[in-house]
T-cell receptor, first 115, second 112 residues
Framework: ETGVTQSPTHLIKTRGQQVTLRCSSQSGHNTVSWYQQALGQGPQFIFQYYREEENGRGNFPPRFSGLQFPNYSSELNVNALELDDSALYLC??????????????FGPGTRLTVT | SQQGEEDPQALSIQEGENATMNCSYKTSINNLQWYRQNSGRGLVHLILIRSNEREKHSGRLRVTLDTSKKSSSLLITASRAADTASYFCATVSTSGTYKYIFGTGTRLKVLA
């Protein structure tokens, strides 16, 4: 167990709806990253937050947005859901400092199904 | 898009044999990491190798890095049925902001 938790475990939404996924980082970690993993694929980097500021973003549209809170918990929000958004969403925390990329500790993921 | 490409895509071996999987990437990196994923669950960090390192060991794992060829390999020695999983390499770019770019993965099956 990594100490990173995610909620909910599973979620079913309808196309066009909005969804919020939550992540609680491992204690002492100041960086959180979110990934989308389609079936049979590797995780795709959505974005990263470091001390509540966005610190990097992958090739995802603006309808994917996030927040990191002072206690380093985090949210991923997706607006106007599309069928292709169906995937496993993973968050990962790390104790990064400027100039370094550190090992990440992943949560178990949220399985989102869009119908 | 995914920077890393693992090879082979799938590997099936007998328990006790060694398993080797390779990863290629495209741009300059700060470090390269290997992760394991069981059955679509969260990933588990295995080992990190920095761009100025050439080889690293951790238990039954051996990782090599060749920055001139932009490639890395993961060797699992004396494999066990419990090693059955998907293995991913992830590169951390040197672009200033941190992007972890994962490869497509190698699905390893260890037969008892």
């Amino acid at each position: 167990e990594t100490g990173v938790t995610q909620s909910p475990t599973h979620l079913i939404k309808t196309r066009g709806q909005q969804v919020t996924l939550r992540c609680s980082s491992q204690s002492g970690h100041n960086t959180v990253s979110w990934y989308q993993q389609a079936l049979g694929q590797g995780p795709q980097f959505i974005f990263q937050y470091y001390r509540e500021e966005e610190n990097g973003r992958g090739n995802f549209p603006p309808r994917f947005s996030g927040l990191q809170f002072p206690n380093y918990s985090s949210e991923l929000n997706v607006n106007a859901l599309e069928l292709d958004d169906s995937a496993l969403y993973l968050c990962a925390s790390s104790a990064a400092t400027a100039g370094q990329g550190y090992e990440q500790y992943f949560g178990p993921g949220t399985r989102l199904t869009v119908t | 898009s995914q920077q890393g490409e693992e090879d082979p895509q799938a590997l099936s071996i007998q328990e006790g044999e060694n398993a080797t999987m390779n990863c290629s990437y495209k741009t300059s990196i700060n470090n390269l990491q290997w992760y394991r994923q069981n059955s679509g669950r969260g990933l588990v960090h295995l080992i990190l190798i920095r761009s100025n390192e050439r080889e690293k060991h951790s238990g039954r794992l051996r990782v090599t890095l060749d920055t001139s060829k932009k490639s890395s390999s993961l060797l699992i020695t004396a494999s066990r049925a419990a090693d059955t999983a998907s293995y991913f390499c992830a590169t951390v770019s040197t672009s200033g902001t941190y992007k972890y770019i994962f490869g497509t993965g190698t699905r390893l099956k260890v037969l008892a």
